[in-house]
């Protein structure tokens, strides 16, 4: 059960402006108030900008950038550093701060906050391997490719990860030499003011990094429309991101999406069923399914199915749900129409002819009702008529469907737009091979889930995404290519 509190009074003392051009600023619209999902609480109001702060900021950001692109090398590294060495210092805080506008367990903030720290390390180091080329060229002549930041960038980030969303646009961008707008979701917005208040404490440049919370429709039409925006970096739907994709096309933009998934998670006949289902059960239940990598169509091979089955069921009895700060594996949805979504697809599913293993609903009974909470819930016999095979789900729930040969479960998994995240399990060199280069998928996992990390590429393919976040294809994200010859005089 959860235990009711006044979670307003554990929220740490936090700024409730925008941060534009070094200063803390009321915003011209309404203040909006914050919720916790576990409760319904109000938290705190938080100010609101529109087109006009997003011009300032837009214009502070311009001002910055030729004295923050040309700094010493050295010195943006260090205060990159400094940064990250600060948001580990203050994991706890940032962590209960997440968890009370989120909703997620706090051992899952904690990972979230460390991640940060770990990205802008890896960012700062990466500032230093920006290597440009020389190409032979003819006697008396010089061949040069150049590789220097694109200029100003907007940032729009997601509630799901209201951290790590963030540090993994700004870091890349301001190591490459960028200065950045942010535009954080509106339901999570005091993580991303928690990280701006390191960055002013720590002595980022004012100018460099610049934050606008507010309606999503005026802010990132502005960034959009205008022509010193030089790149727009987006974490979302795919809904949003081709209207942001139209609109950047305007003024010519670079952009990089990380849009919708709808992973699939194969389980072939010679897996290790206990380590599959114990890798499915953690990644599912992340962040309570609300993550565009979670596994969201579970194909089992017909062969081993009933054992599979019988795992699970028992493992999905353990998952404890509550209050994130309490000690549960899952905590509440986003919102009541995240709940309402959920069970319009479980709906489906069953008139359809679905069968409900586990679960099925909201949690509604006791201190529940406080709250936006959703059974861990397993759906058997799914089908291609029902919409969970093709909508993705952001919620708390485990579709499984049969499969008996290989080319019909690729086929099958590769039946969508999306091409995010895939994963699957066997013992098999020979199917491991074959499967991750037949999956049309940016990512993918054999044996394990693990497909994030600061050091390796992550983004999507078909209707999941352009370009790629982490690792050195991360940082090439925010350059510009720029040859120069050179003819000498004789």
């Not at 979670?294 to 062969?303: D, G, L, M, W």
């Not at 995010?420 to 098999?428: Q, R």
């Not at 060199?429 to 394990?448: F, H, K, M, Q, T």
């Not at 999941?464 to 290519?481: K, M, P």
Request: glycine fraction near 8%.
């Amino acid at each position: 059960m959860i235990l009711v509190v006044k979670t307003r009074e554990k929220l740490p003392k936090i700024q409730t402006g925008l941060y534009i051009n070094g200063q803390w600023v009321e915003g011209s619209l309404e203040k909006k108030a914050v919720h916790n999902p576990a409760t319904k609480e109000e938290l705190i109001k938080v100010s609101q900008g529109g087109e006009e702060e997003t011009q300032h900021a837009i214009q502070a950001a311009k001002e910055a950038f030729p004295k923050w692109s040309g700094m010493e090398l050295a010195e943006r590294v260090k205060l990159i550093h400094a940064i990250a060495d600060k948001i580990e210092e203050k994991t706890e805080q940032l962590a209960l701060i997440m968890t009370l506008e989120q909703g997620k367990p706090l051992k899952e903030s904690r990972a979230e906050i460390l991640t940060d720290s770990q990205n802008l390390h890896w960012s700062a180091e990466e500032a230093r391997r920006i290597y440009g080329e020389t190409i032979p060229a003819p006697n008396n002549h010089k061949y040069e490719v150049k590789k220097q930041p694109v200029g100003v960038v907007g940032a729009i980030t997601p509630w799901n990860f209201p951290s790590n969303m963030i540090v993994r646009k700004i870091a890349p961008a301001i190591a490459a030499g960028c200065t950045v707008i942010l535009k954080p979701a509106s339901s999570t917005p005091l993580s991303a003011i928690a990280i701006f208040e390191i960055f002013h404490e720590v002595g980022l440049p004012a100018g460099v990094a610049n934050l606008i919370v507010g309606p999503s429709s005026k802010i990132g039409k502005t960034l959009t429309d205008s022509n010193d925006v030089r790149k727009l970096t987006f974490t979302g739907s795919t809904e949003v991101g081709k209207m942001l994709y139209e609109q950047s096309a305007q003024t010519m933009k670079k952009i990089s999406f990380e849009l919708g998934g709808h992973a699939p998670f194969i389980v072939f006949e010679d897996a290790d069923i206990e380590d599959a289902v114990e890798t499915l059960v953690a990644m599912k239940f992340r962040n309570n399914g609300q993550a565009c990598t979670s596994p969201n169509r579970i194909f089992v091979s017909k062969a081993i199915k009933q054992e599979f089955v019988e795992q699970l069921s028992a493992a999905v009895e353990k998952v404890t749900v509550g209050n994130g700060l309490d000690d549960v594996m899952a905590g509440p949805l986003i919102n009541g129409e995240a709940v309402e979504t959920v069970q319009a697809q479980v709906d489906d599913a069953k008139a359809k002819g679905a069968k409900v293993l586990a679960g099925g609903g909201p949690l509604t009974e006791g201190d529940y009702a406080n709250g936006y909470f959703y059974a861990p819930t397993i759906l058997d016999a799914v089908t291609t008529e029902m919409d969970i095979f093709y909508e993705e789900t952001f919620g708390p729930v485990i579709p499984l469907i049969d499969f008996e040969e290989e080319d019909e479960v690729i086929k099958m998994a590769n039946d969508t737009h999306f091409g995010l995240a895939s994963y699957f399990f066997t013992k098999d060199l020979r199917r491991a091979e074959v499967v991750s280069d037949a999956l049309e998928y940016g990512l993918v996992g054999i044996n394990n889930t693990a497909i994030s990390t600061s050091e390796a590429p992550f983004g999507g393919v078909k209707h999941s995404g352009v370009g790629r976040e982490n690792g050195s294809y991360g940082i090439e994200e925010y350059l510009e290519i720029k040859f120069v010859h050179t003819k000498y005089p004789k």
